[in-house]
């Protein structure tokens, strides 16, 4: 049971609004978080309550989708405050500080896990966000982000025991799936997985 689906904060039609907010704020960014990363983590989280039994604030979950990565680190400016983009947001929209916490909460536990930890005791609304991030990462999409963010980044393409973006697929991306709080988003890793491991067995028999 959410702890959340009783405050009535997060009234239909926020996410849209977060969503446009979230345009702008990405509209730089030509990879790895451009808004159809933005669209496609709702489309995700959207599966999953379409799926999964628990009760869930719906809109929360959208609106947290929409605003995941607004104060990603990689887009802060130095001097930024902390969620100065999530705060702007909510001040243009008429939400208190107690909703920009809630917002914050679940957007900071996407942010943190996302380093590689899993904490079950987090809210049903940030493991969905969560998930639906994390899936992203992975399958054909998530090979095209991986190469993009690590051609940005000047690293090679290949390369075990290097720092390239094949690496990063061992070191972080096939160890996601055991990360993922739901089934549903464990069922459609595992196919996302298998597809990048025919890729990677391809790469190896073109490359050697
Ligand atoms: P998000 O904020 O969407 O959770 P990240 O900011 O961690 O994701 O990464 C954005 C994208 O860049 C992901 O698809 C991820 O796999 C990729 N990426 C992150 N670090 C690396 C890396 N060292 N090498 C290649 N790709 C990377
Ligand atoms: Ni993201």
Known sequence: MSKFDKTDIFSDGLAEKALVFAEHIHAQDSGGHDLS??????????????VEKFTVDKELVRVCCALHDVDDRKLKKVGDPPYKNV????????LDGVAADIIIGI??????????????????????????DRLDALGAVGIARAFAYGGSKGR??????????VEHFYNKLFLLP???YTETAKTVAADRVAFMKEFLAMIEKETT
């Not at 990363?37 to 379409?50: D, P, Q």
């Not at 705060?87 to 008429?94: D, H, I, K, L, V």
């Open 37 to 50: 990363h933005i669209r496609r983590v709702l489309k995700n989280a959207e599966h999953i309550m379409s």
């Open 87 to 94: 705060m702007t947001f909510c001040a243009e929209n008429g």
């Open 107 to 132: 957007i900071d536990k996407v942010s943190f896990t996302s380093n590689g930890s899993r904490d079950d005791s987090i809210c049903a609304e940030a493991k969905i966000v969560q998930d639906a």
């Open 156 to 165: 090679r393409m290949f390369g075990r025991g290097s720092d390239s973006t």
């Open 178 to 180: 055991g990360l993922m």
